[in-house]
């Protein structure tokens, strides 16, 4: 069966809340991993209607969107290519910043 993987990538890109709201984006070998400015902007009914997303989830600082082998390269091939994203792998994505764990003159961009 053949997929349309560029609109697959760009259907989530807009559930997700936009290219603007994707920081970084890297993939295991079933689910995409992201980066993302600002979670709460995530459709995730209408991300998780998308041909091939099979489920999705925030955890660890990070919102990972179920696809499956053999197709999530394909897709995640097609996010970078609309957002410029550089390739990464897991362990480049930024972990998230406790800032609860900053001193007073600090902030997320110190570190």
């Given at each position: 069966?053949?997929?349309?993987?560029?609109?697959?990538?760009?259907?989530?890109?807009?559930?997700?809340?936009?290219?603007?709201?994707?920081?970084?984006?890297?993939?295991?070998?079933?689910?995409?991993?992201?980066?993302?400015?600002?979670?709460k902007?995530?459709?995730?009914?209408?991300?998780?209607?998308i041909?091939?997303?099979?489920?999705?989830?925030f955890?660890?600082?990070?919102?990972?969107?179920?696809?499956?082998?053999?197709?999530?390269?394909?897709?995640?091939?097609?996010?970078?290519?609309?957002?410029?994203l550089?390739?990464?792998?897991?362990?480049?994505?930024?972990?998230p910043?406790?800032?609860?764990?900053?001193?007073?003159?600090?902030?997320?961009?110190?570190?």
């Amino acid at each position: 069966m053949s997929h349309d993987y560029s609109a697959i990538a760009r259907d989530v890109l807009q559930s997700l809340g936009g290219v603007d709201n994707v920081e970084q984006a890297a993939h295991c070998v079933t689910r995409l991993r992201l980066s993302l400015k600002d979670p709460k902007k995530v459709d995730v009914g209408t991300l998780n209607q998308i041909d091939l997303v099979k489920g999705s989830f925030f955890t660890g600082g990070l919102y990972q969107v179920v696809i499956g082998p053999g197709d999530v390269e394909k897709v995640y091939a097609a996010l970078r290519e609309q957002t410029g994203l550089a390739a990464m792998t897991i362990a480049d994505l930024k972990q998230p910043v406790s800032y609860t764990h900053l001193r007073a003159h600090e902030t997320r961009e110190d570190l």
